[in-house]
């Protein structure tokens, strides 16, 4: 209730531990459940390559976990008023987004053994693929790392964190505790999202060997194709800083949803477009490779069919 009595917008004035720790906490599971391009695209992908819902799970852990630590370190940095200087650096942000595109194509690489760029055509080879293993699984630490690296991007939220919450707490040894607890609220809505995420990969009908398949193409895909978006994104940043301003007002006083802009076009892209679309169009590839692999009918039984 006390929380519901403050503004997710614009908090402001002065708060008790408690509060601004709660209104963190409830920030963070905002940020999480809406679309940031900084969270759901790694972690559909890292989710999707994990092929079952208790390793989505851990996918959603350990990249929110890293982004916790994060949020808690960049917090701390506030509360002596140093995120200031990173917050006046126009083309950081941009530059985040460069490094962060350029660690999801090496997963991408890593995934698919460094030589698999045919995977933006991933239907073509698909049969060399089932039949030889050129799959490699995700490694745990990999989505922390890029939870990690992704967490020092500036948005509204992470304003709100820098230059209010953590200001608001008594004393430095607790300047941390708003950054984690932001963390920890999109901690909880990644975490079930990787597990939806991993299941999602689970109930297509196939085999194990099958499964695994479809989820590393669709997350080395998702990767690759999401990371030179990233890339291109943040170059066009750095070149005209400008044309990153430029969005559709909603009206919505949520952040994140209250202006569509490249964010969110990017989410989309990544995460419905090229995400579920490869989900969808490699389940139905290796449906039909099945289909053709069966044996044909004896001449007998066939005749016998009206």
């Given at each position: 209730m006390l929380v519901a009595a403050l503004s997710l917008w614009s908090p402001h004035g002065?708060?008790?531990?408690?509060?601004?720790?709660?209104?963190?906490?409830?920030?963070?599971?905002?940020?999480?459940?809406?679309?940031?391009?900084?969270?759901?695209?790694i972690t559909f992908s890292y989710s999707i390559g994990s092929y079952s819902s208790r390793r989505g799970l851990i996918s959603g852990l350990t990249f929110s976990l890293a982004f916790t630590l994060q949020r808690a370190?960049?917090?701390?940095?506030?509360?002596?008023?140093?995120?200031?200087?990173?917050?006046?650096?126009?083309?950081?942000?941009?530059?985040?987004?460069?490094?962060?595109?350029?660690?999801?194509?090496?997963?991408?690489?890593?995934?698919?053994?460094?030589?698999?760029?045919?995977?933006?055509?991933?239907?073509?080879?698909?049969?060399?693929?089932?039949?030889?293993d050129k799959l490699s699984d995700p490694k745990v630490w990999m989505p922390a790392l890029h939870g990690f690296i992704a967490g020092w991007g500036f948005g509204a939220f992470a304003l709100?964190?820098?230059?209010?919450?953590?200001p608001a707490m008594p004393s430095a040894s607790l300047g941390w505790v708003p950054g984690a607890a932001f963390g920890l609220g999109t901690t909880v809505i990644q975490v079930l999202a990787g597990a939806l995420f991993g299941?999602?990969?689970?109930?297509?009908?196939?085999?194990?060997?099958?499964?695994?398949?479809?989820?590393?193409?669709?997350?080395?895909?998702?990767?690759?194709?999401?990371?030179?978006?990233?890339v291109a994104v943040g170059a066009v940043g750095l070149a005209f800083p400008a044309v990153m301003g430029i969005g559709i007002s909603t009206g919505i006083r949520v952040h994140n949803l209250a202006h569509l802009g490249i964010g969110q076009?990017?989410?989309?892209?990544?995460?419905?477009?090229?995400?579920?679309?490869?989900?969808?169009?490699?389940?139905?590839?290796?449906?039909?490779?099945?289909?053709?692999?069966?044996?044909?009918?004896?001449e007998q039984n066939s005749g016998d069919i009206k």
């Open positions: 002065s708060f008790s531990v408690s509060t601004a720790v709660m209104l963190a906490f409830v920030l963070g599971m905002v940020h999480g459940i809406t679309p940031d391009e900084h969270t759901w695209p370190i960049a917090s701390e940095l506030a509360y002596f008023s140093l995120t200031r200087i990173l917050s006046d650096i126009p083309w950081l942000n941009f530059a985040i987004y460069i490094v962060v595109g350029l660690a999801m194509i090496l997963a991408a690489m890593y995934l698919f053994r460094g030589n698999h760029w045919h995977l933006l055509s991933p239907s073509h080879h698909l049969k060399e693929m089932t039949e030889e709100i964190i820098y230059t209010v919450l953590s299941y999602i990969a689970r109930r297509k009908s196939l085999t194990p060997k099958d499964i695994r398949t479809v989820s590393l193409i669709t997350a080395g895909r998702t990767l690759l194709i999401g990371g030179m978006a990233f076009l990017l989410v989309m892209v990544i995460v419905v477009l090229v995400g579920f679309g490869t989900l969808i169009s490699t389940t139905r590839s290796i449906k039909g490779l099945n289909g053709l692999a069966r044996p044909p009918l004896n």
